[in-house]
Structures are given as structure tokens and as C-alpha cells.
């Protein structure tokens, strides 16, 4: 593993913050390669307790965009074409029949992921968690004022993100981070995405299942010690105000690369 050979880090020691965005690839190659529901959370899983078996790590899991929203990119003809290769099953499916079965693999993935982290699988240790950050569940993309997707949020191939898009995942992401589990944002609205909260004096951490006052399979799940984990964002993150406006370019571009960027983002492949 890099961590472990990385001078500049101090495996057992230093705080982690791992993201991960997956399941979109599946969902593209539904209609050429079946990949049952049961498969994705089977290696899904087998993903997530390697990163939940690294010390003083937080894993992100963020969920699958609505793929209603990714279909109607190919109004675009430059999407059209790049589509056609990347991802025909969402965006030019054989039937409306096969488009909402896509749907409902979705709906699927979407209800096993949750019902392994609610699970108390990962709820064992206090120095280490996985949650689902859930902002992509709702999100609407905005419109041009011609009633067309504003594709300035989307990369030249129309799938993944361009730097603006980025910079507003990220500052979506932060939000959700510093929401309870189970009270979370999952209507984003990318028109005010850089509305970026900060924690308080009364929560100066990233919410968690445990410090959200969730327990899961009380026999599974050890004695909470959450001073560990709470103590980490306390030391480190300004609690001054509660709310960031746009006014602070300077800042929020900051923020957005921090979240985007220096933290990660971790793209697993699950076949």
C-alpha cells in the first residue's frame, strides 16, 4: 500500500479521509454485462473493510447520481457521440423498459449499500468509520435559460466532471460531512452549492454513525470512545461562524480544492 511507503506519512498515526464514487460503471455496462445487485455490495464490501481495516481513517461513500439526469445529456451532439462508447445503457437504452429496469438496479445498489453500513459492520472501532454522504441522491443539474443542461458542469465526454462540477461536488460533500447520518442533505441544489457550512462549538467534527447517535447491533458494536474522533476536526477547523458566503472567492476556492482534491477522490472500480 502507497501510505505505508510514503515518508511524508505516518501510517499508524496520521488521520485519513478517503472518498469513494462508484457504481456509475456498472450501471453504463448494465445492458451488455449483468452485474446483479447481490455482486456489487459482495465487492463492495470486500472494498470497504480493506479501507476500514486502516488506522485513523474516515471513509467517505457517496452515492450513484439519479441516471434520469446523466440520460439527458445526450442532447448535446458531442455527448451523443462520446456516449455511444461510454455509456449507451443509460443514455441510449433499448426500451423505456430496459431504462427504468436500469432504475431499479440503481434503487437496488442504492437500498444494499445502505443496509450494509446500517448494518454495524463498520461501526467496531473509534478511530475508524464509513458513511454514506447521500447529496448526489436528489441532485438537480441547473438549466440554461433555453430549458438545455448547463454542460459547463460536465467534462468534454459528458460523464464525468469538469472543474466547476468538481468544485461543487466537493463543497456538497464537505456539507453532508458535517451532517447527522440519517439527516442529511440529499437534494442538492448546484445553483447554491457555495452555501459551505462549518462545524460548531456544539459539533466541531465530521458526523459519524456513532456520534450521531446511531447504534447499530448493540451486541456487535464495542463501547463508543467518540473524544478520539470529535477531537479531530476541534483542533484543526476554524468554528467562528456557521455559514461561508460566496463573497469569499479567495476562501471557497480554497475549500473546494481541499475537499476535491488534497483529500482524494478514491475511484474503485466494482465489477
Not at 462520446?82 to 427504468?100: A, G, H, M, T, Y
Request: hydrophobic share 40%.
Amino acid at each position: 500500500m502507497a501510505m505505508k511507503t510514503n515518508r511524508n506519512i505516518d501510517f499508524d498515526n496520521d488521520w485519513k479521509l478517503i472518498t469513494v464514487f462508484i457504481g456509475a460503471n456498472d450501471l453504463c455496462k448494465r445492458c451488455h454485462v449483468e452485474t446483479s445487485p447481490e455482486s456489487y455490495i459482495r465487492n463492495l464490501k470486500a472494498t470497504l473493510d480493506i479501507l476500514y481495516s486502516i488506522p485513523r481513517t474516515l471513509v467517505n461513500l457517496v452515492e450513484i447520481m439519479n441516471v434520469d439526469q446523466l440520460r439527458q445529456l445526450k442532447k448535446d451532439p458531442m455527448c451523443m457521440m462520446v456516449q455511444k462508447l461510454v455509456c449507451d445503457c443509460i443514455s441510449f437504452p433499448q426500451s423505456e423498459e430496459d431504462f427504468n429496469h436500469l432504475q431499479n438496479t440503481r434503487e437496488e445498489f442504492q437500498k444494499k449499500t445502505e443496509e450494509l453500513l446500517m448494518s454495524g459492520v463498520y461501526e467496531t472501532r473509534d478511530d475508524a468509520a464509513v458513511v454514506l454522504q447521500p447529496f448526489f441522491r436528489d441532485v438537480t443539474i441547473p438549466l440554461l435559460d433555453n430549458g438545455d443542461m448547463d454542460m459547463s458542469y460536465f467534462a468534454i465526454d459528458c460523464f464525468h466532471m469538469s472543474k466547476k462540477g468538481q468544485s461543487v461536488m466537493g463543497i456538497n460533500l464537505w456539507n453532508n460531512m458535517l451532517e447527522p447520518v440519517n439527516n442529511k442533505t440529499t437534494k442538492s441544489d448546484w445553483t447554491k452549492a457555495f452555501q459551505l457550512k462549518c462545524p460548531t462549538k456544539e459539533s466541531p467534527f465530521f458526523y459519524t454513525h456513532r456520534n450521531s447517535g446511531l447504534r447499530h447491533r448493540q451486541s456487535f458494536v464495542q463501547k463508543a470512545d467518540e473524544n478520539v474522533t470529535n477531537t479531530v476536526l476541534e483542533k484543526t477547523l476554524n468554528q467562528k461562524t456557521e455559514m461561508v458566503s460566496a463573497d469569499d472567492t479567495s476562501f471557497l476556492q480554497n475549500i473546494s480544492i481541499f475537499v476535491s482534491s488534497a483529500i482524494g477522490m478514491v475511484i474503485l472500480g466494482v465489477a
